[in-house]
């Protein structure tokens, strides 16, 4: 991290630098302040972009949990398959240990209409009409243990 700030500290240094050469070098002594100042801004923003693009465009990976008996107890293919996301993967498991909604969204810092959203479309994606089948679906399923 320090290093990329070093960087890019480098590089605005060097811009700055170079555009005051030319300033007085080469007769742009025209131009207003405020053009430098947008040409540094868009630069900067446009790196900034680039560098925050790098730095998040890895999607996370669902992995399975694994018990102390060494083999994994979620069924990725079957997850892959229902296109169930992390979050509700999350939802579903404290679905699971019997949580009402208002406890998984204290749980999982989210609001309590969101966790209605998760868990209309967990019961959507499993085929199911309430709770307690969804559960039942995703432990034959070997989504959840």
């Given amino acids: 991290m320090k290093k990329t700030i070093l960087l ?15 300033d007085y070098r080469f007769l742009i002594r ?6 430098y100042i947008g040409a540094v801004a868009i630069l900067f923003t446009a790196l900034g972009v680039w560098v925050g ?5 890895s999607t996370p990976k669902l ?11 979620n069924n990725l293919e079957a ?5 169930l996301s992390k979050r509700e993967m999350e939802v579903l498991e404290l679905m699971a240990q019997g949580l009402s909604n208002q406890e998984i969204a204290e749980k999982l ?3 309590l209409n969101t966790v209605k959203t998760h868990s209309s479309k ?4 499993l085929s ?3 709770r307690t089948q969804a559960v039942q679906i995703a432990k034959s399923k070997g989504i959840i243990s």
Avoid: C, H, N, W
């Fill in 8 to 22: 890019y500290s480098a590089a605005m240094a060097l811009l700055v630098l170079l555009m005051k050469f030319i």
């Fill in 30 to 35: 025209d131009i207003s302040v405020e053009f």
């Fill in 53 to 57: 693009l790098k730095f998040t465009s």
């Fill in 63 to 73: 992995e399975p949990s694994v018990p102390r008996s060494g083999k994994p107890q």
């Fill in 79 to 83: 997850i892959a398959e229902l296109g």
């Fill in 109 to 111: 810092f989210i609001s």
């Fill in 122 to 125: 967990l019961f959507q994606k």
């Fill in 128 to 130: 199911a009409r309430r």
